[in-house]
């Protein structure tokens, strides 16, 4: 998809990409909504287009009982901005 992740997109990524690090597996999208102060449907739409970028993808095998995961990427994105 052309052009880059705005900024609050970019933001809820780089939640998603700690929340990894720190407890091995993906957020649900409810701990997104929580941790930003938004609605379940808020943070799927944010998700919706972090999916778009190529950031995220859903992992063929789910762990924890989450499906979502980073994509190279995504990864990417997040260490640039460390």
Do not use: V, W
């Not at 992740?5 to 407890?23: C, E, G, M, P, V």
């Amino acid at each position: 998809m052309a052009g880059q992740l705005t900024d609050i997109q970019l933001h809820t990524l780089r939640f998603i990409y700690d929340y990894i690090k720190s407890n091995g597996c993906a957020p649900t999208h409810k701990e997104i909504a929580e941790a930003f102060g938004i609605s379940s449907t808020a943070a799927s739409s944010r998700m919706f287009y972090i999916f778009e970028h190529d950031c995220l993808r859903k992992p063929e095998t789910k762990k924890c009982g989450r499906n979502i995961a980073l994509t190279e990427k995504g990864i990417s994105a997040c260490e640039d901005n460390e």
